[in-house]
């Protein structure tokens, strides 16, 4: 079934996109990542409830489950734009999500610390994105 799966022609802009949602699910995730378990505690007079700076789970384990699961995800992503055969695809994907700091303008970004022009550097990214959703396994055929 896989075979015949990969021979059917595929729809190169819904994989794009497909590709994108996940590297920008990546960003979020690595997020998730970073955050305490516990939120942090300020001391306030109240009415016996716990104070917090920040929005609590109900129970610090599905904090610890969901950062578990993040982290898989975040190895998954980064295994497979590893796997991409040209360098120039891991380093555009890279930049873009990745590594790239959080800013407004993320392709701005990425064309600046990649030094390369616009023009160059959207075409790589379409190459990439194809590419990399055939790894993620997001491919859209037709």
């Not at 990969?6 to 590297?23: F, G, H, K, M």
């Not at 610090?60 to 982290?71: C, L």
């Not at 497979?80 to 055969?85: G, S, T, W």
Request: proline share 6%; with cysteine; aromatic share 8%.
């Amino acid at each position: 079934m896989a075979v015949l799966m990969s021979l059917l022609p595929i729809n190169e802009e819904e994989s794009r996109v497909a590709a994108d949602e996940q590297l920008s699910r990546y960003r979020e995730e690595r997020g998730i990542m970073t955050m305490p378990i516990n939120p942090r505690i300020t001391s306030s007079w109240g009415d016996g409830m716990s104070p917090s700076t920040a929005e609590r789970d109900p129970y610090p384990i599905e904090r610890m489950e969901r950062i578990r699961h993040a982290k898989g995800f975040i190895r998954y992503v980064d295994r497979c734009i590893h796997a991409l055969p040209k360098r120039s695809h891991q380093r555009l994907l890279r930049a873009r999500y990745c590594d790239g700091p959080e800013s407004d303008h993320p392709d701005a970004t990425a064309m600046q610390v990649l030094d390369i022009s616009s023009s160059s550097y959207f075409r790589l990214k379409s190459e990439a994105l194809l590419a990399v959703s055939f790894y993620l396994g997001v491919e859209v055929h037709e």
